[in-house]
């Protein structure tokens, strides 16, 4: 079997706004699948519910074979499943190196104790995670600004040390929440060609963009949503072609 997630009959309701209707979909492994939907159409609950900050009312959540929303909150990054945020989630005091360092925290061994009096064991592991952090950052193009703070970086270079911090967690799934929302043309196409080298790792992408071409270009799956119903999923082409998503996005060239 090669689906990585599964997501069953999932509902949420926010009093008595049901933000997510019965949902039923899956994802394979080492895919591109993008979520896509109008504004309010559920997406960044859907995410939420998938990374464990939210509990759904019904339904199920499956990451390889472990049910997400029976686990206790602190289990869940240990599941491979990381995330950016659709408002930059980045500490923008901190220097570009300590940002990415944050992502990997789940996998530190020495407690809090051994933290507090850093202790060789502690050091020994801070410096072989400093190490893989900066493969990280070479990997997304941005070793050089390693030192810099965020608050100095361009907005484009910020969301990538995002994508740069959830990639440190060494996840099996990536969930980027409008990874291209203020980028230009240029930064865009840039993107798109980390997305796709991100998925040469063998690491799988869930993504919810507004950006059409780069939606249609980057993914193998859709998936449509509106008013947190399912309306549609297929490939890029027949997405294109289905007359409802048509009606949705009416006025929008695909
Ligand atoms: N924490 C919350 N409390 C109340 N309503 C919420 C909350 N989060 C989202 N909603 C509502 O749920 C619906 C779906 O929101 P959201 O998932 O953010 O949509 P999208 O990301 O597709 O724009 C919207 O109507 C939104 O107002
Ligand atoms: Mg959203």
Redesign the pocket.
């Known amino acids: 079997m090669d689906e990585i997630l599964r997501v069953s009959n999932l509902t949420k309701r926010?009093?008595g706004?049901k933000?997510i209707v019965n949902l039923s979909f899956s994802i394979k492994k080492n895919s591109i699948t993008a979520v896509i939907?109008p504004?309010?159409?559920?997406?960044?609950?859907?995410f939420n519910l998938i990374s464990g900050l939210i509990r759904p009312d019904g339904g199920k959540i499956e990451v390889k074979d472990k049910i997400i929303n029976e686990l206790k909150s602190y289990n869940i990054p240990e599941l491979g499943v990381a995330r950016t945020f659709?408002n930059l989630g980045i500490f923008s005091n901190m220097n570009v190196l300590d940002n990415v360092m944050v992502g990997q925290n789940i996998h530190f061994k020495s407690g809090l104790l051994q933290n507090a009096f850093n202790t060789k064991s502690y050091r020994r592991e801070e410096e072989k995670f400093r190490k893989k952090a900066i493969e990280w950052l070479e990997f997304m193009g941005i070793e050089n600004i390693k030192d810099k703070k965020l608050s100095e970086i361009p907005f484009e270079k910020q969301r990538l040390v995002e994508i740069t911090r959830a990639l440190a967690s060494e996840p099996e799934i990536l969930l980027l929440d409008e990874p291209a929302a203020g980028l230009n043309i240029t930064e865009t196409r840039s993107l798109i060609r980390t997305i796709k080298k991100i998925r040469e790792k063998g690491i799988t992408i869930l993504l919810?963009e507004h950006d059409m071409d780069m939606v249609m270009d980057v993914s193998d799956w859709i998936i449509v949503?509106n008013f947190?119903e399912k309306i549609a999923e297929g490939t890029p082409e027949q997405i294109q072609h289905n007359q409802e998503v048509i009606k949705i996005y009416l006025g929008t060239t695909f």
């Open positions: 926010f009093g706004l933000a939907g504004n309010g159409a559920g997406k960044t609950t859907l659709q919810v949503l947190g």
